[in-house]
């Protein structure tokens, strides 16, 4: 009933323009608070699928004897998780997840890994791996759409800035350069990820370990997703 109001509009696809802001640009207005709110959201989403996917990482790196590697992507994404909304910090940590997949790909895991750690880490490990890609799948077109509406509403703004205030056209700046580091870097990170995961879940399905359904990785995305 709500979604052809400009209200609901506000927050989602296509909010460059819409009712209720400061300044008309052809019957509709930027809504600068309602752009800075979806990227704040971006950053949330952001935080929690990297550092989900850095502890999915961790319980790989310390089944393969890789525990040095483990600690460092540790203390990364426990800096990570203490501001959730520090972007720059996120940045890091998918650096350090950069890095541990890079590590990880070359690894032969049948000689590698230890079983006995692999029965207690892999089903654990993949779970979260799974849920976090999800996570960070939305995360990308929400991305997309974001920079679409930015790039729109930045050149109005620049149009007229003493109308929409001197922070407007910082602020939508900075949330652009948010959405398209997630555009960007994402998805190769997540082409890392899938790799190393169909490696792990060939190595656990050859060795007889249990692992998460679809529904389960589905579920513990859900969850991740609403915090």
Do not use: H
Request: with cysteine.
């Amino acid at each position: 009933m709500l979604l052809g109001t400009p209200v609901f509009a506000a927050g989602w696809g296509g909010a460059s323009f819409m009712g209720g802001g400061d300044k008309k640009q052809g019957g509709a207005t930027v809504d600068v608070k309602a752009l800075t709110l979806r990227e704040a959201k971006l950053k949330l989403k952001l935080n929690i699928a990297s550092v989900t996917l850095a502890k999915g990482l961790v319980e790989v790196q310390m089944a393969t004897g890789k525990a040095a590697e483990a600690e460092k992507l540790k203390a990364a994404l426990e800096e990570a998780q203490k501001n959730p909304s520090d972007v720059e910090q996120t940045k890091k940590l998918c650096t350090e997840l950069n890095n541990a997949g890079d590590s990880l790909k070359k690894l032969d895991l049948n000689a590698s890994m230890n079983q006995s750690e692999a029965r207690s880490r892999l089903s654990k490990s993949i779970l979260m791996l799974g849920a976090a890609v999800l996570v960070d799948l939305t995360a990308v077109n929400d991305a997309k759409g974001l920079m679409t509406d930015l790039s729109n509403s930045i050149n109005a703004v620049k149009a007229s800035p003493a109308t929409y205030g001197f922070s407007a056209l910082k602020d939508l700046t900075s949330a652009l350069n948010t959405a398209k580091f997630v555009a960007e870097t994402v998805p190769s990170q997540l082409s890392t990820i899938a790799e190393i995961s169909k490696g792990v879940i060939k190595y656990a399905q050859t060795n007889k370990i249990a692992l998460p359904t679809d529904k389960e990785k589905e579920k513990l995305s859900n969850e991740m997703s609403k915090e």
